[in-house]
């Protein structure tokens, strides 16, 4: 069955949200940050990778929950990369944030009180936010 481009751009936009020129999914389960990885690349997007003072405070304003974003140190401690492989250049952490507590702490996730971002254990099962950029 063909899908015509306006039949296939309203499904893409269902259950999205705009901003710039970025498309974001908000998960209403929760997940481990590879199984989150696995359902925004599913979706044609990937976790969230925020680039701007502006995106940031537009994310943190859409979330409800704590949400795993596109950000990790599991290659390397210490050295942050996002899910396409540059260098976290600005960070917007919370006080004492990256501390790898317990040394198990390698993926980050946007705090839903504090809206800024913290480091959890990977396997944590938390909501996720998706971009695809448009």
Not at 2 to 16: C, D, N, P, R, T
Not at 49 to 75: F, K, M
Request: net charge positive.
């Amino acid at each position: 069955m063909a899908v015509s481009f306006k039949q296939f751009s309203f499904s893409i936009l269902v259950g999205w949200s705009s901003f710039q020129s970025s498309l974001y999914f908000f998960s209403r389960g929760r997940a481990s940050w590879y199984t989150a990885r696995v359902d925004c690349r599913q979706r044609g997007a990937d976790l969230v990778i925020i680039s701007s003072l502006q995106e940031q405070v537009y994310l943190s304003r859409q979330r409800y929950y704590t949400a795993w974003i596109g950000l990790t140190d599991r290659e390397t401690e210490g050295v942050w990369k996002w899910v396409d492989e540059t260098p976290l250049t600005v960070g917007y952490w919370m006080q004492s944030q990256p501390d790898n507590w317990r040394g198990r702490e390698d993926c980050a996730h946007l705090h839903r009180y504090r809206r800024r971002w913290n480091v959890e254990d990977c396997n944590e099962h938390l909501s996720w936010i998706c971009e695809m950029k448009v």
